[in-house]
């Protein structure tokens, strides 16, 4: 039995303003590509189908006939869960009929404990959930709260329910949502997802699924963030983000066997890819250092200017590079809090008070044009404050 791990599609996610919709169709023809090449028998999908829990009609409309494509004409099986960014309930309604095709969308701590049979394997699917969902599942009393406060005290009571409806005969695979930490990524900074301690949401620790032969996971993004070879993440299909801009993007083919579960990882290419650049203002403007990129809507652009850029920098760069997503400053003297900010406005005026800043931070007096756009700046505030 072969299936396909995918995760993280964040249907209707936008970089900086722009939709991204377009590539993550991209990357979904090529998700049926790989699945029809390597003739897989299902696809998992580990979470976080949507960006976010109402998600936009287009969004909506896009993953339908994702789904709809995989599952109805290509009948594919189709085993997934409800992550972070989605809306569960939502996202479950009308479960009972769309089982009825193969496509297996869970969205309840319920529903984990019944996995789906197939003739090789159970496949269990538990979404992500908080603490808070696990104690009212288990009708845990307000005197015994304290003892499942975390997800890892729930994880380690659920964790053992799920195995007690193994079948021995057969192979296990948990698909799930959540910074699973083990010793593969104990020592990995993580680029994508929070792995924040806030609400008891901490890494769970990958040794609670032990048991299991292969776990599916999704919530971070980067396929190097896997526990060990056991317990993977697929990442997100498309870069969501400046910090994923240099990885590779894919899915897992899992080919179960009766002797074992082994894992093949597939690429996926970026039809627009996200280029970080970092220079002076004066370098990211040069012919000579642009041209080496494909501009005019063939990237996404980060651009980070070292120092003070121009009045209209971004008008500038935009023009040059096309679809600039980011822009950012670097001015290393403050963001290490190397300079003394602390000024006496005592006695001086607004505009001395902008200049004195301006120094302090750049090393460099306002020019004559830059104090003049300072002067009518406070003039406009002062006029519509007397409005």
Avoid: C
């Avoid at 790989?34 to 936009?56: F, K, M, Q, S």
């Avoid at 404990?113 to 808070?132: H, K, R, V, W």
């Avoid at 971070?220 to 993007?249: C, D, R, W």
Wanted: proline residues 3%.
């Amino acid at each position: 039995m072969k299936l396909l791990h995918t995760a993280d599609w964040h249907i209707g996610k936008e970089l900086g303003e722009y939709s991204l919709l377009e590539e993550q169709w991209n990357a979904f023809h090529q998700i049926v590509n790989i699945a029809e090449t390597e003739h897989v028998d299902g696809i998992i999908i580990a979470g976080d189908l949507y960006d976010r829990a109402i998600a936009p009609t287009s969004a909506v409309n896009a993953l339908e006939s994702m789904l709809r494509e995989l599952n109805l004409e290509k009948q594919y099986p189709i085993y997934a869960v409800s992550g972070n960014h989605d809306g569960a309930t939502r996202l479950g309604a009308g479960h009972e009929w769309r089982e009825q095709t193969k496509l297996y969308l869970n969205t309840t701590l319920a529903g984990a404990f019944e996995p789906i049979e197939t003739n090789e394997a159970q496949i269990f699917l538990l979404p992500f959930l908080d603490p808070l969902e696990a104690r009212t599942y288990y009708q845990i009393s307000e005197d015994e709260a304290v003892n499942y406060s975390t997800i890892e005290q729930v994880m380690a009571k659920i964790i053992p329910d799920l195995v007690n409806n193994f079948d021995n005969a057969k192979k296990h695979i948990l698909v799930t949502h959540f910074n699973v930490t083990g010793s593969g990524n104990e020592d990995y900074k993580f680029t994508s997802e929070t792995n924040s301690r806030v609400g008891g949401l901490k890494g769970v620790p990958a040794a609670l699924f032990n048991d299991f032969d292969y776990v599916a996971l999704g919530h971070i993004h980067l396929k190097q963030a896997s526990p060990n070879e056991k317990m993977q993440y697929s990442g997100s299909p498309v870069k969501f983000n400046t910090k994923e801009a240099q990885s590779e993007k894919g899915v897992y083919i899992v080919d179960i066997s009766e002797e074992e579960v082994s894992t093949e990882w597939k690429r996926i290419t970026t039809g627009k890819d996200l280029i970080v650049l970092k220079g002076t203002y004066e370098e990211l403007i040069t012919p000579s250092f642009y041209e080496q990129y494909d501009r005019d809507g063939k990237n996404w652009f980060s651009i980070t200017i070292n120092g003070i850029g121009a009045r209209d920098s971004r008008a500038t760069l935009s023009g040059i590079y096309g679809d600039v997503v980011e822009l950012n400053y670097n001015l290393p003297k403050l963001i290490n809090n190397e300079i003394d900010l602390a000024i006496d406005t005592k006695d001086q005026a607004e505009e001395d008070v902008i200049a004195e800043f301006y120094e302090k931070v750049t090393d460099n007096q306002l020019s004559k044009q830059q104090a003049a756009i300072v002067e009518q700046t406070l003039t406009e505030i002062k006029q519509s404050e007397e409005d």
